[in-house]
C-alpha cells in the first residue's frame, strides 16, 4: 500500500514555482499529479481491453467498488496535501498565495463540468475514468468526442471493474486511498487542459505530456484511440 501514499505534485510545483503558472511549461514534468505506481498499475488493470470491448453493450450494475462520493472537504483536503507537500519543497513558498491559486483554479469544477457535458456522471469511478480520458484524448487530438463513443468506453470500463479480479482489487482500497487516486487523476487532467487552454496552443511538450498521462491511466497510446 506504500504506493497509494506517494504524492508526486512535479506538475503543480513547476506550475507554481514558475510564478506565471500558465505561461510555463516544463517538459520533464512527465508524471501525473498523484498517480504513483500502484495507482497506475490499477488503472491499467481497469482499463484492460477497454478499447476492444466498447460497443453498445449495457454496462454491469452498480458495484460498491465503483461507486464514490466526493464532497468539498474532499476536494479541500486534497488541495491541502498539494499545499504542504510544496510547503515541504520550499518552506518559502507563500503558502496565502499557493492557496488562493488552488481555491481559484477550480480545477474540480471544470473536471466536473466536462463529465457532466460529456453524459457522465461524478459518483462512479469508471465515469470519471471515461471523463479523464475523454478528456485527454480531445485535447491530444484538438478535436470533440463523441459522446455514445465516450459512453460506450464508460460501459466497458465498469463491466471490467465488476470482474471479480479488479473488483477486489478496488476494494482493498480504503475510502481514503481510492478518494486519493481519484482526485489526483482528476486534478491532474484539469490542470493540464487549463495550462494548454492558457497557452493558445499545443507544443510537443504539452502533448507528451497527455501521452504519459494516458498511459499511466492505462491507455497505452492515445494516438491510435478513436473516439471521434
Not at 466526493?70 to 507563500?94: A, H, P
Not at 466536473?112 to 478528456?135: E, F, Q, V
Amino acid at each position: 500500500m506504500k504506493h497509494y501514499k506517494k504524492f508526486s505534485f512535479l506538475v503543480l510545483f513547476i506550475a507554481l514555482c514558475s510564478l506565471n503558472i500558465f505561461a510555463q511549461y516544463d517538459a520533464s514534468a512527465t508524471l501525473s499529479l498523484g498517480m504513483g505506481h500502484g495507482y497506475t498499475a490499477l488503472s491499467q488493470s481497469v482499463m484492460s481491453n477497454a478499447f476492444n470491448n466498447s460497443n453498445s453493450k449495457a454496462p454491469a450494475k452498480s458495484i460498491n467498488a465503483d461507486y464514490i462520493y466526493l464532497g468539498f472537504s474532499d476536494y479541500r483536503g486534497f488541495e491541502d496535501k498539494i499545499l504542504n507537500s510544496l510547503l515541504t519543497q520550499n518552506k518559502n513558498s507563500d503558502k496565502g498565495k499557493i492557496r488562493s491559486f488552488l481555491s481559484g483554479t477550480r480545477t474540480m469544477y471544470h473536471f466536473m463540468m466536462r463529465s457532466r457535458d460529456l453524459g457522465l456522471k461524478d459518483t462512479y469511478i469508471s465515469d470519471i475514468i471515461a471523463t479523464g480520458i475523454a478528456w485527454n484524448w480531445e485535447m491530444y487530438h484538438e478535436s470533440k468526442a463523441n459522446k455514445q463513443k465516450v459512453l460506450n468506453l464508460r460501459n466497458a470500463i465498469r463491466n471490467n471493474m465488476a470482474k471479480d479480479g479488479i473488483k477486489n482489487q478496488i476494494s482493498k482500497l480504503s475510502a481514503e486511498d481510492k478518494r486519493s487516486w481519484i482526485l489526483s487523476f482528476m486534478y491532474n487532467n484539469s490542470m493540464l487542459a487549463q495550462i494548454i487552454k492558457q497557452s493558445g496552443k499545443l507544443s510537443a511538450a504539452q502533448k507528451q505530456q497527455l501521452i504519459t498521462t494516458a498511459q499511466q491511466a492505462g491507455v497505452p497510446n492515445i494516438g491510435s484511440v478513436s473516439l471521434k
